[in-house]
């Protein structure tokens, strides 16, 4: 349903039992309980949509819906004279930043949620319809699949609706087509689905995994939605069991594209341990795929030594981050840190032990 004057009724009011039922008396149950749902989703999606109080949400189209910034980089990569093709387009996250481009297609089987990408993207062309059914009278196309049969996640490409393996049968096919996946699917099933996988980092996570289709190369990449920076996976590693006088902290897309060799060659940098996402130089280094940490003092974790070395640093740490599997919380406890500082704790295994650095985040870094 969509209902815009129990939306305008409804809005600026808190969800309130009471506050609801005079909307109901007014407008009807269904028509106060759509409207709350959507201010209370709006407010959610403003951390993805700047214009999110015009929007309509679905919950599981905004759980799955791109951010705003990641999908204009989406729409980047086709012409701006093509017509796109949204397979999935869901409540229209993506379908927007392919308006916004030029002509856009979507396909969405759901005749309400259809209706919601509408509203969020009028100018696009929105058919009701499977689109593995549908004939399909273009050459590029952006798909994403869902990942939440019946509301919950899954990492079963057999759930996902349409299925991923045989949208990539009818992709390949394409001129140039992309394919928006969970960024925690086995190396095995990207491999399966593509051999061109794309790893996304916004905001300094791993947001999802691109598999292109048409005119690409094949390999491994992450991408900084930020810059456009691009790095492959691959390259010389080496490794060293304890830091040298920086430890450099890898952006999570760079470390699940397989990218710390070469960032270890760019950066004259070693893997630290068995940490995957740390790394070590003995210089300063500069890059927007790291987080910069100067060492104070490290060694084999032992929490009375470490609470030793920070009473002499301000008796507390800032922050503890923990690649060794031992839980954050309980090593809070065992430290009974007190006082304010700007020390870092880092936790790593080598092997079947686990060693620590006491480090300070170097300023002016993203």
Not at 82 to 90: N, S, T, W
Not at 195 to 209: H, L, N, T
Not at 287 to 308: C, H, M, N, T
Request: proline letters at 4%; one cysteine or more; a negative charge.
């Amino acid at each position: 349903m969509i209902d815009f004057v129990a939306l305008d009724a409804a809005e600026g009011l808190p969800p309130t039992a009471s506050n609801i039922s005079r909307l109901a008396t007014r407008l009807g149950a269904d028509a106060a309980s759509w409207a709350f749902n959507q201010w209370s989703l709006r407010k959610r999606a403003q951390k993805k949509f700047a214009n999110a109080k015009s929007m309509l949400f679905t919950a599981d189209g905004l759980e799955q819906a791109s951010h705003a910034a990641v999908a204009a980089y989406h729409a980047s990569r086709f012409p701006e004279s093509a017509i796109v093709a949204d397979l999935c387009c869901g409540i229209g996250g993506d379908l927007m930043a392919f308006s916004d481009r030029g002509s856009v297609t979507g396909f969405e089987i759901d005749p309400v949620t259809a209706a919601y990408a509408k509203h969020n993207a009028p100018q696009a062309d929105i058919r009701v319809a499977d689109c593995l059914a549908a004939d399909w009278d273009f050459q590029y196309a952006f798909a994403d699949p869902s990942r939440r049969p019946g509301g919950r996640r899954t990492l079963d490409v057999n759930s996902f609706l349409p299925n991923p393996l045989q949208l990539a049968d009818r992709m390949r096919k394409l001129d140039l087509a992309c394919m928006k996946l969970s960024p925690m699917l086995a190396d095995s099933v990207l491999r399966e689905i593509s051999p061109s996988i794309e790893f996304v980092s916004f905001g300094w996570e791993c947001r999802e995994a691109l598999a292109w289709f048409g005119e690409v190369e094949a390999g491994v990449t992450a991408v900084k939605v930020e810059t456009g920076e691009k790095i492959e996976a691959g390259g010389y590693e080496s490794s060293l069991e304890s830091p040298l006088a920086f430890i450099l902290e890898a952006d999570p897309a760079a470390i699940r594209a397989h990218c710390l060799p070469g960032l270890c060659d760019r950066l004259h940098a070693h893997l630290l341990g068995d940490s995957n996402g740390y790394l070590t130089c003995d210089s300063d280094a500069e890059s927007s795929w790291i987080r910069r940490y100067s060492v104070l003092e490290s060694g084999s974790f032992d929490a009375k030594r470490v609470k030793s070395f920070l009473k002499g640093l301000g008796g507390s740490a800032a922050e503890i981050k923990s690649r060794a599997g031992i839980d954050i919380d309980e090593v809070r406890k065992r430290l009974t840190m007190s006082g304010k500082s700007d020390v870092t704790l880092l936790l790593y295994p080598v092997g079947k032990s686990v060693r620590f650095a006491l480090v300070r985040c170097i300023k002016g870094q993203a």
